[in-house]
């Protein structure tokens, strides 16, 4: 019964397909629901601190229900972006009913698509591994693979971390900076890898290599079966889809440093490096990410039984809200330095 709750998540699509079958501000039901109605109701639900015992950690840890639930979500994902590719080429469509229909697939590879890779993306298999890769395709952000679990989790809150915010950054410079960074961080870790195993830069051992080409065969596919419009549409869900997830990047570490303790070494990563949200439709949303601190604290946890971390500072609302409040520069920097204030993480600003 505890896995249920999790089911929440399959809300998103709901509305993504009326959004796809209806027309008018309907269009735009997944972007509404998403940073409107979810950010309105966590200011009424408390946040939920509690955590599991041992026993029941280990019990849940166990219970392939939750790994079904992930795995659920591929198929479901990739039935929606087909369908996507079939209705977003309506001639009927005024340009803004496209736009709200765009901005719902590229929710669903954000929410669906990457947030789901990432935590597919950690595990040990071939298979889940395999999955998040699937994943990421939709968003053509598959150096993110890369990127993230050999990158960002050695070097977050770090000035070498691409994906983590600095003080005083807005979220339009980080998204640029983030954005570039990451991916040629992502080159420069396999060609590392090439080295070490003694293969060509270029070889196609090389995964961002792999990866290149198999975006580029995708959104080819695209163009030959739906044309250029569609693949144009689904071009730009993909770039919305990877921008809601730099967002995310963005508020998870805003400001937040580790101590360099030698010339070459930062402390290891604590909770207190992570923001964190225990605001629970947008952990039940999120399978968990906005326990954020305990990921990093420790990246193979499943979502399932992250922990509320009492040294890591929290977020006043859920991922969706701190979202929406990123977007306008001066509030998020008004709100975000009052509580690194209260959480003494700065003195003034």
């Known amino acids: 019964m505890r896995a249920l709750k999790y089911l929440m998540v399959f809300t998103l699509p709901l509305t993504v397909y009326i959004s796809f079958y209806f027309k008018g501000i309907w269009t735009f039901l997944p972007l509404i629901y998403s940073f409107a109605v979810i950010p309105l109701l ?72 990457i947030n789901v890779a990432h935590e597919l993306g950690h595990r040990n298999t071939k298979y889940e591994q395999f999955m998040s890769k699937v994943l990421l395709l939709t968003s053509l952000y598959m150096h993110f693979f890369i990127e993230h679990n050999r990158g960002h989790h050695k070097k977050v809150s770090t000035p070498e971390d691409p994906s983590s915010a600095r ?62 419009v569609v693949m144009l549409y689904f071009v730009s869900s993909a770039v919305f889809g990877f921008l809601l997830l730099e967002t995310v990047n963005y508020i998870e570490h805003y400001g937040l440093s580790r101590n360099k303790i030698s010339d070459d070494r930062y402390e290891r990563v604590l909770p207190a490096h992570s923001w964190n949200s225990d605001h629970m439709i947008g952990r039940l949303l999120l399978f968990e990410l906005s326990r954020h601190s305990d990921h990093h604290f420790m990246a193979n946890r499943k979502y399932q039984i992250l922990r509320h971390m009492e040294d890591s500072p929290q977020m006043p609302t859920g991922y969706p809200g701190m979202m929406l409040l990123s977007i306008v520069p001066p509030i998020w920097f008004a709100v975000i330095h009052y509580h690194m204030r209260k959480h003494k993480l700065i003195t003034n600003s």
């Open 42 to 113: 966590e200011l009424f639900f408390p946040a939920a601190t509690s955590n599991l015992s041992e026993e029941e950690e280990e019990s849940l840890k166990k219970d392939r229900i939750y790994d079904f639930l992930l795995y659920l979500i591929l198929p479901v994902h990739l039935g929606f972006l087909i369908l996507f590719f079939y209705r977003v080429n309506d001639a009927s469509l005024l340009w803004w009913e496209t736009v709200g229909r765009v901005s719902a697939m590229g929710i669903m590879c954000g929410v669906f698509g």
């Open 167 to 228: 003080f005083g950054e807005s979220l339009y410079a980080f998204w640029v900076r983030s954005v570039v960074n990451a991916y040629r961080s992502a080159w420069n870790l396999e060609f590392e890898r090439m080295n070490k195993i003694g293969a060509a830069k270029f070889s196609l051992k090389n995964e961002m290599l792999q990866f290149q080409l198999i975006q580029i065969m995708a959104v080819a596919a695209v163009y030959y079966f739906f044309g250029w």
